[in-house]
């Protein structure tokens, strides 16, 4: 979670264009153009999280066309991490290696997306590069951009409410949780979900959810998230899957990057406290405090000898964490509705108590009682509403775009 970066610029009339590549980072901000537009065939049924005409619905019906292709699992390489790992923040950091090689940014080969780089590389042909992805949790993860990019009222000329932005990140949030319990009994899908959380906690756009007027609230969905990872963490074990061979080739980096997520958290206030529980049943004597699910990570890890590596002060977190905690008692976590990390009680919990805020925050009523959904993704309001919160007065879509959308077309702004 790096710190906050500046709004946005205001946008200009959308209009559709030809689809970028699948691995295009497109971030929100002076968009002015509808950049990833493509008509999914509807194979699935759709969700019914999603309005009628949502340009988030497309975007799912998306990425669940792609979970049809027999490789959606299969990785791939990244030549690079598609966001800040090491930059202004770090300018000490970087002082200190300032007598090394001076040409070492200049001679870094750059991203033309699989060209010469490693980009969509199958990572079994380069198995020490560590950037890599499952195709599926690659299109999850540069979609969750898309649905950040659809929550943000600078990239329609709009002022809609102060926190729209940081609220549009909660909705975010919140549909990938339930996308992870959607998946339930599907390891595969459940670590694609994963990756794309990890990567997605990353992003600079993430930081505008610290800004809403709701500390509790942030903290809430912070540690639901912790115990969604450490879920699937136990579900590995419980399969033989976790283990510094394991068949899963970036369990090392997607467990440093929750570390390094969860290291962050603390900085803005988050993540400090938390009532002490039982891990696994309570006849097995573990303890474990839900907003350090950290430590737990780090124990994992030394448990089975996992490489941890990606996130540039990933030093910092392992310092920062304790690895001599409890861990739940592997033997039952094979079992379908092994829980001993409490997350699906948890979650049952978090909707009951968070239901319906995007949907308030948004004033539309529809989605009253839920969470996750679009009422925070500007495609999904009427025009009417659109006009009474733009900036001057028009409706930021005009006919073709809206059309687009109910065609399901995909749209990114760039």
Same mark, same amino acid.
């Given at each position: 979670? +790096?710190?906050?970066? *500046?709004?946005?610029?205001?946008?200009?009339?959308?209009?559709?264009?030809? +689809?970028?590549?699948?691995?295009?980072?497109?971030?929100?901000?002076?968009?002015?153009?509808?950049?990833?537009?493509?008509?999914?065939?509807?194979?699935?049924?759709?969700?019914?999280?999603?309005?009628?005409?949502?340009?988030?619905?497309?975007?799912? /019906?998306?990425?669940?066309?792609?979970?049809?292709? +027999?490789?959606?699992?299969?990785?791939?390489?990244?030549?690079?991490?598609?966001?800040?790992?090491?930059?202004? /923040?770090?300018?000490?950091?970087?002082?200190?290696?300032?007598?090394?090689?001076?040409?070492? /940014?200049?001679?870094?080969?750059?991203?033309?997306?699989?060209?010469?780089?490693?980009?969509?590389? *199958?990572?079994?042909?380069?198995?020490?590069?560590?950037?890599?992805?499952?195709?599926?949790?690659?299109?999850?993860?540069?979609?969750?951009?898309?649905?950040?990019?659809?929550?943000?009222?600078?990239?329609?000329?709009?002022?809609?409410?102060?926190?729209?932005?940081?609220?549009?990140?909660?909705?975010?949030?919140?549909?990938?949780?339930?996308?992870?319990?959607?998946?339930?009994?599907?390891?595969?899908?459940?670590?694609?979900?994963?990756?794309?959380?990890?990567?997605? #906690?990353?992003?600079?756009?993430?930081?505008?959810?610290?800004?809403?007027?709701?500390?509790?609230?942030?903290?809430?969905?912070?540690?639901?998230?912790?115990?969604?990872?450490?879920?699937?963490?136990?579900?590995?074990?419980?399969?033989?899957?976790?283990?510094?061979?394991?068949?899963? *080739?970036? #369990?090392?980096?997607?467990?440093?990057?929750?570390?390094?997520?969860?290291?962050?958290?603390?900085?803005?206030?988050?993540?400090?406290?938390?009532?002490?529980?039982?891990?696994?049943?309570?006849?097995?004597?573990?303890?474990?405090?839900?907003?350090?699910?950290?430590?737990?990570?780090?124990?994992?890890?030394?448990?089975?000898?996992?490489?941890?590596?990606?996130?540039?002060?990933?030093?910092?977190?392992?310092?920062?964490?304790?690895? /001599?905690?409890?861990? *739940?008692?592997?033997?039952?976590?094979?079992?379908?509705?092994?829980?001993?990390?409490?997350?699906?009680?948890?979650?049952?919990?978090?909707?009951?108590?968070?239901?319906?805020?995007?949907?308030?925050?948004?004033?539309?009523?529809?989605?009253?009682?839920?969470?996750?959904?679009?009422?925070?993704?500007?495609?999904?309001?009427?025009?009417?509403?659109?006009?009474?919160?733009?900036?001057?007065?028009?409706?930021?879509?005009?006919?073709?775009?809206?059309?687009?959308?109910?065609?399901?077309?995909?749209?990114?702004?760039?």
């Amino acid at each position: 979670m +790096p710190p906050k970066r *500046p709004a946005a610029g205001a946008a200009s009339k959308a209009k559709k264009s030809r +689809p970028s590549p699948e691995g295009s980072d497109s971030t929100a901000g002076n968009a002015n153009t509808v950049n990833n537009a493509t008509a999914a065939e509807p194979i699935l049924t759709r969700s019914k999280r999603w309005a009628a005409v949502s340009a988030s619905g497309n975007a799912d /019906d998306d990425y669940r066309l792609l979970l049809q292709n +027999p490789k959606a699992f299969s990785f791939v390489c990244l030549c690079r991490p598609p966001f800040p790992n090491g930059g202004d /923040d770090d300018d000490d950091d970087d002082d200190d290696d300032d007598d090394g090689d001076e040409d070492d /940014d200049e001679t870094e080969p750059t991203c033309d997306g699989g060209d010469t780089c490693l980009c969509d590389k *199958p990572a079994t042909d380069h198995p020490d590069h560590v950037w890599k992805l499952s195709a599926a949790g690659k299109r999850k993860f540069f979609l969750q951009l898309v649905h950040f990019e659809l929550r943000c009222p600078d990239n329609f000329n709009m002022h809609t409410f102060n926190d729209h932005t940081g609220y549009g990140v909660l909705e975010i949030l919140q549909n990938a949780i339930l996308d992870f319990e959607d998946a339930a009994g599907n390891l595969k899908l459940q670590w694609a979900e994963c990756e794309a959380l990890g990567f997605f #906690l990353q992003r600079p756009e993430t930081a505008a959810l610290t800004g809403i007027d709701d500390g509790d609230g942030v903290d809430a969905i912070y540690q639901l998230i912790g115990r969604l990872f450490m879920s699937m963490l136990a579900r590995l074990e419980g399969e033989d899957l976790l283990s510094k061979n394991s068949e899963i *080739p970036n #369990l090392g980096l997607i467990m440093a990057l929750f570390m390094d997520f969860a290291r962050d958290a603390r900085m803005y206030g988050l993540l400090e406290k938390s009532k002490k529980e039982s891990l696994g049943p309570a006849k097995d004597k573990k303890k474990w405090e839900p907003h350090d699910f950290d430590n737990q990570i780090l124990a994992y890890a030394r448990k089975y000898s996992i490489d941890l590596v990606g996130p540039h002060k990933l030093d910092l977190a392992l310092t920062e964490a304790n690895g /001599d905690v409890d861990l *739940p008692v592997p033997e039952a976590n094979s079992a379908a509705k092994a829980d001993p990390f409490g997350f699906a009680k948890s979650l049952k919990k978090y909707k009951t108590e968070y239901g319906g805020v995007c949907a308030f925050m948004a004033q539309s009523p529809g989605g009253s009682g839920t969470i996750g959904g679009d009422s925070l993704d500007i495609t999904t309001w009427t025009s009417a509403k659109r006009k009474a919160k733009s900036c001057n007065n028009k409706d930021p879509l005009g006919k073709k775009e809206i059309d687009a959308i109910k065609q399901g077309m995909v749209m990114s702004l760039g």
